[in-house]
């Protein structure tokens, strides 16, 4: 369990808030699994805390500490931002200065943009997600420090982080809004554990992976491929679409190298089949 000052709120039972999400993030933070923990330090507005939490549980992450947030952060539009993540909420810390936030921790991150006069070690969010599954898997305790709205982390407060993650963005305009530069290192650190499974997963939704999803087809085999390359021709043919017909070789390979790289399934050929036989009137 974690130390701290802790909240002793109840979950708020609105439609709104998806009962069932609830639940499950409530048993994510009761299995107290070893997870980075997200830590704010002086966050002003609510709504960007609820929008942190919402981040948190789109990767899979439930353990959030807030040091001196503003007291009306724990307002109505606060729950509404975290659409349905409000138990990461509840179950929240607040302390009262970083370095209580942090006193159990083995290995502090800190995000910033600007460049400061500390001597430390600075890692993209794809390196440093890289380095908190290695030590992850050795045993530490881990923190991701952010800093607030307005003017981010102090050098005291950056002063207790071993290492510091700074984003690739536009030089020119790298303010990220709170609940954005969260979800950066969340995405990364949530994305290197190469799970290969993408966006929803529910009881009627098995997910996603990267390529073709071939679940209710499959690739065309050279029988299928052919047959209807000899319906195209007759077609064709019927139609004297070769001429003049000394290029009819050359314009029929033209045809087959076009859909031989379409890489057709079988539901594909039989669609391609009912369009031209409906072309034809057949």
């Known amino acids: 369990m974690e130390t701290g000052q802790y909240l002793n709120i109840q979950i708020i039972n609105k439609i709104s808030l ?3 999400k609830i639940i499950k993030i409530t048993e994510k933070i009761q299995k107290q699994q070893n997870e980075p923990v997200i830590i704010l ?7 960007n805390i609820g929008a942190v939490a919402r981040v948190m549980a789109n990767f899979d992450l439930y353990k959030l500490r807030l040091v001196s947030p503003r007291d009306s952060w724990l307002a109505d539009d606060t729950y509404s931002s975290a659409s ?3 138990g990461i909420l509840d179950h929240s810390g607040v302390f009262d200065n970083v370095g209580d936030s ?3 921790l083995d290995f502090v991150y800190a995000t910033t943009a600007r460049r400061r006069d500390l001597i430390k070690e600075v890692l993209s969010p794809k390196s440093a997600a ?6 992850i898997k050795d ?3 881990i923190g991701l420090l952010f800093g607030g ?3 981010g982390l102090s050098n005291d407060e950056l002063s207790y982080a071993d290492t510091i993650i700074t984003a690739p963005v536009n030089p020119e305009f790298a303010s990220l809004n709170l609940a954005q530069a969260v979800c950066v290192i969340a995405y990364e650190f949530y994305s290197s554990a190469e799970k290969g499974e993408l966006g929803r997963i529910t009881d009627s939704d098995k997910g996603r992976i990267e390529g073709l999803p071939m679940e209710k087809t499959r690739s065309a085999n050279k029988h299928e491929y052919i047959h209807f390359i000899e319906f195209l021709e007759k077609a064709l043919d019927d139609t004297d679409f070769f001429y003049p017909p000394e290029k009819k070789t050359m314009m029929l390979n033209n045809i087959k190298g076009m859909f031989q790289r379409q890489n057709l399934t079988q539901k ?3 669609i391609l089949f009912g369009i031209f036989k409906h072309i034809i009137g057949e």
């Open 18 to 20: 998806m009962p069932k």
């Open 139 to 141: 045993g530490q305790k």
């Open 102 to 104: 942090i006193y159990d």
């Open 149 to 151: 709205e307005k003017s």
């Open 130 to 135: 890289k380095d908190i599954r290695m030590r």
């Open 41 to 47: 330090a002086n966050p002003q507005l609510g709504h």
């Open 268 to 270: 594909d050929i039989k």
């Open 84 to 86: 349905g993540a409000s």
